[in-house]
Nanobody
């Protein structure tokens, strides 16, 4: 069983920055590796992939955040981070951390995710 706990959401004005953290813990000897990602969702819309950190430590980003968001991880802490800069009002959403080895195989477009965090709200005002 894997638990993901996000932190770091909040409110910021357009152009500002926020950092999100996701701490992962596993029981039962589950091997924790990267293949962690950030998704976001707004009311009435599908959850969409934002950034993925694969098992090699390589990052993939959705086009709408490229150049503004950075995903990174600390393997020793089983923690993944999302640094968000130059935030726009359209970045307002609930952000979710996700873990599933299939993310590394199928990418951010996959809906095959078994483990989600509880979500953290990011609000960007104009």
């Amino acid at each position: 069983q894997v638990q993901l706990v996000e932190s770091g959401g909040g409110s910021v004005q357009a152009g500002g920055s926020l950092s999100l953290s996701c701490a992962a813990s596993a029981s039962g000897g589950t091997y924790m590796s990267y293949c962690m990602a950030w998704f976001r969702q707004t009311p009435g819309h599908e959850r969409e992939g934002v950034a993925l950190l694969d098992s090699q430590g390589s990052a993939t980003y959705a086009d709408f955040v490229k150049g503004r968001f950075t995903i990174s991880g600390d393997n020793a802490k089983n923690t993944v981070y999302l640094q968000m800069t130059n935030l726009k009002p359209e970045d307002t959403a609930m952000y979710y951390c996700a873990f599933d080895p299939r993310l590394c195989r199928y990418g951010l477009e996959t809906g095959l995710v078994d483990y989600w965090g509880q979500g953290t709200q990011v609000t960007v005002s104009s």
